[in-house]
Structures are given as C-alpha cells and as structure tokens.
T-cell receptor, first 112, second 114 residues
C-alpha cells in the first residue's frame, strides 16, 4: 500500500505489505529532514533522518527518499507489521539547534 | 539509554489557573525545545534554549514563559490558562554529543484545562 503524490492523512495496509508515506516540505533552505513515529499518547520517536546532500538513506526496514527539485520527502517501510501502526510525521530544519517544522501527520493502520 | 524526562505526565487545571511543566534533557544535551500538540494536530514549536539562553521563539503566547536552569533542565510556566491550552506539551533535547540537528522527544505532559 502507498500514498503517492499528495499527502494523505491515513494509510491502511495489510501486514507484510510495503508502505510509502509522502510529505511535501515548504522551505527550500531546509537541509535536514527527519521522520518521526508517534504512538497514541506518546512523544515522537526518531525513525530516520537525511541531509539535503543525499537523496536516499536506508535504515532497518525503512528508507527515506528526498527529492529537492519538488521538495518532496517519502518514507518507505518494508514488510509492514502491526507494531508499525502509528502517526508518522516528517519534519524539516534549516539550521542546527533551531526548531523543527512538522508536516501534517499520516496515520498508518496495519491489519493482520 | 537515558531519555528526556517530563513531569508531570498529566495535569488538570481550571481556567485562569497557572501551571508549571518541567523537562529534564538527556545528559550532556545543552539545548531544550518545547512543542505544543493539540488533538489531531502536528507539534508546534513554542520556544527553545541553548546554554540557558533563549535561542529560538515560535508561537508561544505572552501568557507563557520558560527558562533553562544551570543543570540544563527547563520549566514552562503557563498563566491565565484557557480552555484552548489543553494539549500535549513535549520537550525535546539535542546536544553536541551526537548531532545538534537530532532532537529527542520526551513522553509529554498532557494538560487539561477545565
């Protein structure tokens, strides 16, 4: 399952599917991007980050893609599991030590 | 590994009362950030401190103030509370021991104003 192009507030997938969550950012000067996972009633949890001098970065089961031309960021989750169900936020930063600007979250629901 | 600690975890106040939220950053982190998250909303930046000095300011109401102490913990003081202040308040910290860009969030304080 995936949400391609425009940001979608919700994404429902089956366990084992690959998920793609999209995010558009606004500041062309941003040089650092992060994906956070937030479970209900908890704080945002760091997943993966990428700097503007890269276009792809891989972690464990997750990949972040950055397209600076269209100011688009995506998070790919491989073999999605029920424990991946949460709200996912992208965030951008144009200077170390300053505030993060969060995008609209996407609620990922994974069914068994 | 030690994480960001926030207290209290839950707080119920009445309108026009005051509230103080506390944040203890990850050891050796010198920068603290405060965010407010309303129901179903994305976190909104309020204010940040680096080495006990205010470093960045966002959409923090004039009724709110904050400071960072010599041990790097921070407190967010909220006065004349309004119903609209009901939200989750997160503290995040960053430091030069890892990467100043990386902000690690605490579990949050849920404030309910009645």
């Amino acid at each position: 399952g995936e949400s391609v192009g425009l940001h979608l507030p919700t994404l429902s997938v089956q366990e084992g599917d690959n998920s793609i969550i999209n995010c558009a950012y606004s500041n062309s000067a941003s040089d650092y991007f992060i994906w956070y996972k937030q479970e209900s009633g908890k704080g945002p949890q760091f997943i993966i980050d990428i700097r503007s001098n890269m276009d792809k970065r891989q972690g464990q089961r997750v990949t972040v893609l950055l397209n600076k031309t269209v100011k688009h960021l995506s998070l790919q989750i491989a073999a999605t599991q029920p424990g991946d169900s949460a709200v996912y936020f992208c965030a951008e930063n144009d200077q170390a030590g300053t505030a993060l600007i969060f995008g609209k979250g996407t609620t990922l629901s994974v069914s068994s | 590994a030690a994480g960001v600690i926030q207290s209290p975890r839950h707080l119920i106040k009445e309108k026009r009362e005051t509230a103080t939220l506390k944040c203890y950053p990850i050891p050796r982190h010198d920068t603290v950030y405060w965010y407010q998250q309303g129901p179903g909303q994305d976190p909104q930046f309020l204010i940040s401190f680096y080495e006990k000095m205010q470093s960045d300011k966002g959409s923090i109401p004039d009724r709110f103030s904050a400071q960072q102490f010599s041990d790097y913990h921070s407190e967010l003081n909220m006065s004349s509370l309004e119903l609209g202040d009901s939200a989750l308040y997160f503290c995040a910290s960053s430091g030069r021991d890892r990467d100043l860009y990386e902000q690690y969030f605490g579990p949050g304080t849920r404030l309910t104003v009645t």
